[in-house]
RNA sequence: GGUCCCGUAGCCAAGUGGUUAGGCAACGGAUUGCAAAUCCGUCUACCCCAGUUCGAUUCUGGGCGGGACCUCCA
């Protein structure tokens, strides 16, 4: 079955078609290393991870990079200033820009394990290709679609005719009032810089192209040398937030085509803004939340990826604490579904007669559906459910139980947000001290001392673990 | 001002021109010495107003409400 994907550049949905039959190239805009990741960043980040996972489900190769971008950006706030996020960050907290890039850095790394994140197979950093970026700076000016002024290089708009075609922004109505900047030095207001020069800016390179002046590169350049060292002139597919439309991805667009001479990119994805509590999402609101801020309220990896995950990346998601406690819950019922399938197969709990071999089918096919189109996770996760459903009210074989099991490994193989398969004895790792008192718990029962039988109950929920009487006698579960 | 998205039961959220999505919560029942889990049942909705239609939540137009982008942003 295609993967059916919805391409922002044609505004269409289209199957999915790697240049090479079996391998799909992917580039993601990763993080900008300035300040601690949120979960709105990581919603973006789950989605690419979720679209990798999927397509090697499909039995595709996948060749997936994600930039670093450890060069600053200017802020809003200190454009007058010339000073950018990283080094008013830097200047903050009394350290450089760069102890500022790799802490953040670090910590980014730390919130893609933490969330189960399949890493991607290039992460490169902005900084280690300033010479890349210089090559096609030098061949934009040489091909006189990007100029030179004071040392700094911008790429001329008009001479690229696609620029728009993306956003969909007309080039002669961008805003007067907008925020563009007066810069006299610039052709046309729309024209980006490539190259800057600012003697202030802490982190500066001699000019990786002729007859230019040391300075740092813009923002988009990093994006177009990275992606055509790791993947070639032309990529499977792109990703970035909604809100790098414009103008990142135009002017990669512009700069990286103007540069080859052929399409950059086959699907352009966007991911949607996550909303919390119903609104956008913003430090002064007192709703914005770090990936580290929700992990210390208690909630797991999974569970936070669960709840950025379940809503399809084209549509905006509300994110709130009672959304993590329904994920908490959603994982527990898969969890103890496999959990009773892992028994029955080892044979901890008598198995039936049941095939789920046609229940197993019906599931996998629904859930390729739902993912095939665009990604629908709720969809995905609905046939995930609806399989619970079954599996629950099944007596099945162990051979049944051991297929149903496969299929909800393939789920979390492309989801990632249930975890591994629950051990068949879940008390198996319950301390010595607690299994020794279940013969003890049993006898009581048998005896009727209900005494006894509460005592040592609570007991064992005092140390983290309950008791879960069965037909076959009590075994032990972690609280 | 320009461009675009959305409005589904208590909450989250799929989907469809006419046949109860799913999850969470709540309530009732089965099961259990008491529990947990599980199963059965209840709650069965599509912002408002027009239009098209035999029939619209689904299509069209208008309104109201929320959100995004218009060179900080995932």
Known sequence: MPIRLYNSLTRTLVDLQPREPGHVTMYHCGPTVYSSPHIGNFRSFLFADVLRRFVEDQGCRVTQVMNVTDVGHLTLDDIEAGEDKMEAAARKAGVTAWDVAKRYEDEFHDCQRKLH?????????????????????DDLLQKGVAYQRNGNV?????????????????????????????????????DFALWKVDPKHQMQW??????????????????????????????DIHTGGEDNMFPHHECEIAQTEAHTGVPFVGVWLHARHLLVDGTKMSKSLGN??????????????????????????????????????????????????????????????PAGAGDLAPDVAAANAAFTAAMSDDLNVSEALAAVFDFVGVANKAQPTAAGATAALAAFARFDDVLGCFGPEPKADAGADAPAELIALLPARDAAKKAKDWATADAIRQQVAAAGWKIVDTPQGARLEKA
């Open 206 to 235: 001699d000019a990786p192209f002729r007859d230019g002046v040391r300075g740092f590169p813009g923002w988009h350049i990093e994006c177009s040398a990275m992606s055509m060292h790791y993947l070639g002139p032309q990529i």
């Open 117 to 137: 994140v399949r890493l991607p197979h290039h992460m490169p950093r902005a900084t280690e290709f300033i010479a890349q970026m210089g090559g096609i700076i």
């Open 154 to 190: 911008y790429f001329e708009v008009a001479r690229f005719p696609g620029y728009g075609k993306l956003s969909g922004k007309v080039l002669d109505e961008l805003e007067a009032g907008a925020r563009v900047a007066v810069n006299e030095e610039k052709k046309d207001p729309r």
């Open 288 to 349: 914005f939340f770090t990936v580290e801020d929700v992990l210390k309220k208690g909630y797991t990896g999974l569970e936070l990826r669960y709840a950025l995950i379940r809503v399809q990346y084209r549509q905006s998601l509300n994110f709130t604490l009672k959304g993590l406690d329904e994920a908490r819950a959603a994982i527990g019922r898969v969890q103890q579904c496999r959990q009773r399938l892992a028994r029955i197969r080892d044979g901890a709990e």
